[in-house]
């Protein structure tokens, strides 16, 4: 008995056999239809008064026949397409249209969504007969020329009718294979500059507060920044402010046509969604939209695992793409093979995140082993370096706010510093000497960003763990980003969660070269602590070198570790601010290099070696040298 589709429910039994009856038909490639499928289809229509369709396949069959309501037809879960062959799902769907409707929204989406190779819609008149066709197919994403002055928008498919149904005359098969070699030729001289290929980021959310718009896009910019660092191109932007959102698909389901519509259009493959979301809300969406679904967690997921240079580091790392990963197993969706490979699948080195629930759990449980030794190991070390009694300044702030840099002009180490998100993932000690022997070990960490995945932020929890024992946090930002003071109160917000707000703390207004005179004077007025400087010119970090000095004082006369103690004149530390974005005129120029340091060597954590340091006195340090006062 074959099966009927859709809504079955009160048919007469002369409709179910009228129905059935259509399951007969053999279509022949060279044509849309028969005309004894379309009257079949017609009749079985006039006799429900619902709308009914074929999905015909190129074989000639009929692989399901469909009933609907007056106005729509809901297709069967006609399975996945990526599991199926070639650009097409060799079906094409031909379905009557009660009210003489040309071919509407949802038969759009259906033919974009499911790569049908064609959609037609037999328009009806009162009495029943057939009497026009619509009929539409896929075509590819035309490539916009700089000088092409055609309308940006390009429709993912074209669309023909009213014809009339004697004079339909459509080499079927002839039309699918000129299509597919336009597919595959078009496939092949696309340009991809991401090596992940590309994506359509989306933000969604609740229009709130004042100002939603604004926050809305300032975080489509971060995330299309980490959509870069993470390697995938960015095709276009939807944001979307909606009362509340929707449990299922995050966003209604007409603006969720809108997006496949448009990622069709731009043929792109995955929707990199700005915003957290559910296991169920991933896969209803990627069920929906058949494409791949990818949220902010996974993508900053992802850098991390392209990242991860230590073996700490990869641990981590896979524990929290397991640790994710593993409500997504429970699942049992078969979106989950998204999960795997390209953006968003990446395990950290060969790691493969193929795997099982209960070897995922197995897995689990021995990465955390694994981590709380090497958790001890670093605690052994630290002890012994608070033995000796060597102050620790952790560098702390946004990511790219110029951390590492900060690190590598003070100490001349030379640590990866990339106009990138999260370009430090294994963060380096390196030690610094100030005069008379006195020294301290500056920490480079991770950089913080809004909403930290909470598996991560435990995962990364421990490499904090050095900047607990910080002596002084320097709070590192990029005073020429505009959401600059968004990523204070999140590092601060996040220093607070890490129980590490306590600590004596430098603002650090970096990138200074960037803000104008006024708005660093600005910036100066509103933090009076505060330090300005750029990391990338050495010389203005001199400044700051004298507020480490002088916060540590203390700390190392306590230390006991040389009799000496700097002593800078309360005015030199009060008006650090103007030697911000300018340099004074009264610095005397200072040799090369004015500071040594040595490095760790490439292992992180590791501890500071004693070699290599040669001694500068405070005067060298070139800042004042006339009112630095140096005492023994
Ligand atoms: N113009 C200017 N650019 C700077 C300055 N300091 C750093 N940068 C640039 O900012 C970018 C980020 O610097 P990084 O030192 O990698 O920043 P970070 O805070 O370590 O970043 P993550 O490790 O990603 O958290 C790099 O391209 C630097 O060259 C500065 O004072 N002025
Ligand atoms: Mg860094």
Redesign the pocket.
């Known amino acids: 008995m074959p099966t009927l589709y859709g809504n079955t429910t009160g048919l007469s039994p002369n409709a179910t056999k009228l129905l059935e009856r259509i399951y007969r038909r053999k279509v022949p490639l060279h044509v849309i239809a028969t005309p004894e499928l379309i009257r079949a289809l017609a009749e079985a229509s006039h006799e429900t008064g619902r709308q009914v369709g074929a999905l015909v396949h190129r074989s000639g069959e009929i692989d399901y026949v469909i009933v609907g309501d007056a106005t729509r037809l809901m297709l069967p879960d006609i399975g996945r397409l990526r599991a199926a062959q070639g650009r097409f799902r060799a079906l094409r769907l031909v379905h009557t249209h009660l009210w003489n409707e040309p071919l509407t929204r949802d038969d759009f989406v259906d033919l974009v969504r499911l790569r049908l190779d064609l959609v037609a819609a037999i328009q009806l008149n009162p009495g029943g007969e057939p009497r026009t066709l619509h009929y539409a197919y896929n075509t590819p994403a035309r490539e916009t020329a700089p000088d092409d002055d055609a309308p940006a928008e390009h429709l993912p498919y074209t669309a023909v009718g009213p014809v009339l149904i004697g004079r339909v005359d459509v080499d079927f098969g002839g039309l699918m294979q000129a299509l597919e070699d336009e597919f595959n030729k078009h496939s092949r001289t696309r340009s991809v500059t991401g090596k992940d290929g590309r994506a359509l980021l989306v933000h969604v959310s609740e229009k709130t507060k004042h100002g939603a718009l604004a926050r809305a896009e300032e975080s489509l910019r971060e995330l299309a920044e980490l959509a870069a660092t993470a390697g995938v191109e960015v095709a276009d932007n939807v944001l979307q402010l909606r009362e509340r959102i929707d449990a299922r698909h995050v966003m209604g389901k007409g603006k969720l046509d809108e997006v496949l519509l448009r990622a069709a259009e731009l043929d792109v493959e995955t929707l990199v969604f700005d915003r957290n979301l559910t296991p169920s809300q991933a896969s209803a969406i990627a069920k929906h939209t058949d494409l791949k679904v990818i949220d902010r967690t996974q993508l900053i997921l992802d850098i991390f695992a392209q990242r991860a240079e230590s073996r700490d580091g990869k641990l981590q790392v896979e524990l929290a793409q397991l640790k994710y990963a593993l409500p997504r197993l429970a699942q049992k969706d078969d979106s989950l093979s998204r999960l795997t490979g390209g953006i968003g699948g990446r395990g950290p080195g060969e790691t493969k995140l193929e795997i099982g629930r209960r070897r995922a759990k197995e897995r689990v449980s021995f990465l955390e082993d694994q981590l709380k030794r090497l958790s001890r190991q670093r605690e052994q070390r630290r002890r012994r370096r608070t033995r000796q009694r060597v102050p620790v300044v952790s560098?702390v702030?946004?990511?790219?706010?110029?951390?590492?840099?900060?690190?590598?002009t003070l100490t001349g180490a030379e640590?990866?510093?990339?106009?990138?998100?999260?370009?430090?993932?294994d963060p380096r000690s390196r030690r610094l000497r100030f005069p008379e022997e006195r020294e301290v070990v500056l920490t480079?960490t991770?950089?913080?960003i809004r909403e930290l995945p909470p598996d991560l932020f435990a995962a990364f929890r421990a490499t904090f763990e050095e900047a607990a024992d910080a002596d002084l946090l320097l709070h590192?930002v990029?005073a020429?980003d505009p959401a600059r003071d968004q990523h204070i109160e999140t590092t601060e917000a996040l220093l607070t969660e890490l129980d590490l707000i306590k600590l004596p703390r430098i603002l650090v207004f970096?990138?200074?070269?960037?803000v104008d005179r006024e708005e660093a004077r600005w910036l100066q007025q509103g933090s009076p602590g505060a330090v300005l400087?750029?990391?990338?010119?050495r010389e203005?970090a001199h400044p700051l070198l004298l507020r480490i000095a002088e916060h540590l004082k203390s700390r190392w006369e306590e230390a006991a570790l040389v009799p000496t103690y700097v002593a800078a004149a309360d005015d030199e530390l009060a008006d650090d601010g103007d030697h911000g974005a300018s340099g004074d005129g009264d610095q005397a120029p200072h040799e090369d290099p004015v500071l040594h340091g040595d490095g760790d060597g490439d292992a992180p954590w590791s501890e500071a070696t004693e070699e290599g340091t040669s001694l500068t006195t405070l005067a060298e340090l070139g800042a004042r040298p006339r009112r630095t006062v140096l005492r023994i």
């Not at 702030?397 to 590598?408: D, E, M």
């Not at 970096?510 to 960037?514: I, P, S």
């Not at 400087?533 to 010119?537: F, G, I, R, Y």
């Open positions: 560098i702030g946004y990511t790219n706010a110029g951390k590492s840099t900060l690190l590598n640590v990866l510093a990339e106009d990138k998100l999260f370009a430090t993932l480079d991770v950089g913080f590192v990029d020429s970096n990138k200074v070269d960037r400087l750029s990391a990338t010119q203005t």
